[in-house]
Each structure stands twice: as structure tokens, then as C-alpha cells.
């Protein structure tokens, strides 16, 4: 039978373009504005906004390069092509590592802001089981089927957070943007440093590679979805500072939560917005999770091929419910991201730099290679 784009093993550049969207924005732009708003001053958190988004974009294009370059061939492959199997084996478990680690950071996350905001009496430890059983249900199908709920989910929390912004323009105070160019170009690197970390996660691309059935449009794909994170951040951070004003966001716990709390609905047919803004948002970070955890499988299953695939997600269901009740603040929830970030950065961006620039130099090109 001839392939077509919608079929089971392959992914179209919708599902790319989605698929990153989705996975970037996540439990990030939930509190991106309260990390901005202690490091900057005023509203100037913007501009670490753009640094970051823009360093973010240009590692987009050397991944989307690496992938062009290398069509229909996963991570994996993509090593043994430039470097040896040895390489590609670790290479490949430090993904699962990061990747599974970022499982149980999200999903340790959605359970604190659920418990905030939706189950104030449930505890964390159930709202995590749940979810995690969840998860493990969308994981048990194929990365194809994954990828293409995206199309779904993403249009709908989009729809949703737009709608929070706009019922919020009443309150907007413009004189809590100013003054402006007021933080020292260090404060703003620091702030730039939080804004990558925001951005990470659409890294994961490196893995579904090998079923894109259009390589050579994977740049464009890679790069407008890095677009729409990239412009809701500066939405939401505007909007976040102009309500609340740069002292009451710091010590926000969740300010982009906050807004829809803000959100008055006349007639009073929904007096908690913020419920129906966090049951909706759950759907984020579901993708973004089911993601993570499938890259942990693809991960191990080139590394382990004899292993089914529900027998991995049997067995790491129950690891990453023990590492996600690890940390027992906020605090150390935040500090166990920030390593996972900085391990994000070495291994989902420094990794496929290097491949790409050594694939440079020795003239190293997969079969079927766009030009």
C-alpha cells in the first residue's frame, strides 16, 4: 500500500509544528512571569523575552538543520551516522534520563496547581497517580496517534488563553509598564537564562524525525512553532506586569494563573473562570508530558529492542510517581526544574549542535538527504 501523510508510522508538518508548540508551552508560562519579575525591574523582562526567544529560535534551526539533513533517521541513527553505536548508546540514554526526569517534574507540577486551584482537598499524591495513569494510557498507543492529538488540544488551550487576555483588557493599567530600560544588561542575561529554560522541550523533534514524511519543510515547521510560545510569553508577561505591576507579580506564586481569576463572566453563569482555565490547561500539560514519556521509550527501546513497549510503560510508571513526591516544597520543585533545565540544555540542545557541526565538517549527509 502507498504511504500517505496520515498514516500510522508518519507524521506530517502539521503534527510538527503542533507537536512543538504543545510541548513548549507548558507549566513554564505559569510562573516565566514571577522569575522575570524578581530578576528586572519594572516591565523590562520583555527584552529577556526576546534574548531568549531569539536564542531559542536559532537552536530551533541548527535542530530543524540536523533533521533536514538526516531525513526519515532518528537520534539515534543520526549518531551512528556521524560518530559510532558506542556514542549513539549514550547519547541515547542521557535522552531517556533528561526526558524521564521531565516527566515527573511536570507532573509533580500539575498536581500542585491543581491542588491550589481545583482539588483543594485532594491530595497531591492522588492528583499525581491519576494523572500518571492517565498519561500512561495515551503512551500505551503509537507516537504517530500521540503527535496528532496536538491538532486537537492545542487549538482549544490557545482559544482559552486568548480569551483570558482579552476579558482582561479592562484591567489593564498601562502605567505599570513604566519606567522602562531601567535593569542592568546582567539582570536582564539572568532573566534570559529563565526564558530559554521556558522554551525547552521541543528538542524531543530529534526522535520523530525518522517518521516525518516531509523533511524537507521540517525548518519552517520547527520554527512557526516555536512562534506562537515565543509570542505568548510577551502576551502574557505584558499583561501579567500591567494588571498586577511588577511588586505584587514577585510575589505571585502562579501570576498567569491569577488573570484568570481576574475574569468576570456576566450573568454569573461561571463564577470560577480560573477552573475551567485550569481543567483546559491540564490538556497542555498532558501533551507535553505524553511526549516527554514517549521519547523516554523510543529512547530505551533503541537501546533495548526486545522490550515491548508496554512493558517499559509498566515499569516507569511507578519510578516516575517516586521521583515526581521527591521534592516537598515549591522550593524544591523549582530547584529540581532548574537542573533538569540546565540538563536540558546540555543534552537537547549541545548534543545535536555538535552532531550537526561534526556532520558539517566531514560532509556526513542520511540517504534521500533535501537539499
Known amino acids: 500500500m502507498k504511504s500517505f501523510e496520515y498514516g500510522d508510522r508518519e507524521i506530517g508538518t502539521a503534527e510538527v509544528f503542533f507537536g512543538v508548540s504543545n510541548m513548549v508551552i507548558g507549566f513554564w508560562i505559569l510562573t516565566l512571569p514571577r522569575s522575570l519579575a524578581t530578576i528586572t525591574n519594572s516591565s523590562d523582562g520583555w527584552m529577556s523575552i526576546v534574548l531568549g526567544g531569539g536564542a531559542s529560535l536559532a537552536i530551533g534551526w541548527l535542530i530543524a538543520s540536523l533533521c533536514k539533513r538526516f531525513p526519515k533517521m532518528g537520534l539515534m541513527e543520526m549518531t551512528k551516522s556521524v560518530a559510532n553505536r558506542a556514542t549513539a548508546n549514550v547519547v541515547a540514554m542521557l535522552f531517556a534520563c533528561y526526558t524521564f526526569l521531565f516527566v515527573s517534574y511536570e507532573t509533580r507540577g500539575l498536581a500542585n496547581i491543581a491542588k491550589l486551584y481545583l482539588f483543594d482537598r485532594t491530595p497531591e499524591e492522588a492528583i499525581c497517580l491519576f494523572f500518571l495513569l492517565v498519561v500512561a494510557y495515551g503512551v500505551a498507543g503509537s507516537s504517530a496517534a500521540l503527535l496528532r492529538l496536538n491538532l486537537v488540544f492545542l487549538p482549544i488551550v490557545l482559544l482559552i488563553l486568548l480569551l483570558v487576555l482579552a476579558m482582561n483588557i479592562p484591567f489593564l493599567n498601562l502605567n505599570n509598564l513604566k519606567p522602562m530600560f531601567v535593569t542592568d544588561w546582567k539582570d536582564l542575561l539572568k532573566g534570559t537564562k529563565d526564558t530559554v529554560f521556558s522554551f525547552l522541550g521541543f528538542e524531543v523533534i530529534l526522535f520523530y524525525n525518522a517518521w516525518i514524511n516531509r523533511p524537507q519543510k521540517v525548518r519552517r515547521a520547527v520554527l512557526g512553532g516555536l512562534t506562537i510560545p515565543f509570542t505568548l510569553y510577551l502576551l502574557v508577561f505584558f499583561f501579567v506586569i500591567g494588571i498586577f ?127
Open 245 to 371: 505591576g511588577s511588586e505584587v507579580t514577585k510575589n505571585t506564586l502562579y501570576p498567569t494563573a491569577e488573570l484568570a481569576k481576574q475574569v468576570e463572566i456576566p450573568g454569573g453563569f461561571f463564577e470560577r473562570f480560573e477552573s475551567i482555565f485550569f481543567t483546559i490547561w491540564t490538556i497542555t500539560l498532558f501533551s507535553t508530558t505524553a511526549m516527554a514519556f514517549d521519547v523516554t521509550i523510543i529512547a530505551l527501546r533503541s537501546l533495548f529492542p526486545k522490550t515491548k513497549r508496554i512493558t517499559w510503560v509498566i515499569a516507569l510508571c511507578p519510578i516516575a510517581y517516586l521521583a515526581a513526591m521527591q521534592p516537598q516544597s515549591v522550593t524544591e520543585l523549582d530547584i529540581l526544574g532548574k537542573w533538569i533545565s540546565y540538563a536540558a540544555i546540555a543534552i537537547g540542545w549541545g548534543i545535536p549542535s555538535l552532531l550537526l557541526g561534526a556532520a558539517m565538517m566531514r560532509g556526513v549527509r542520511g540517504n534521500g538527504c533535501a537539499s
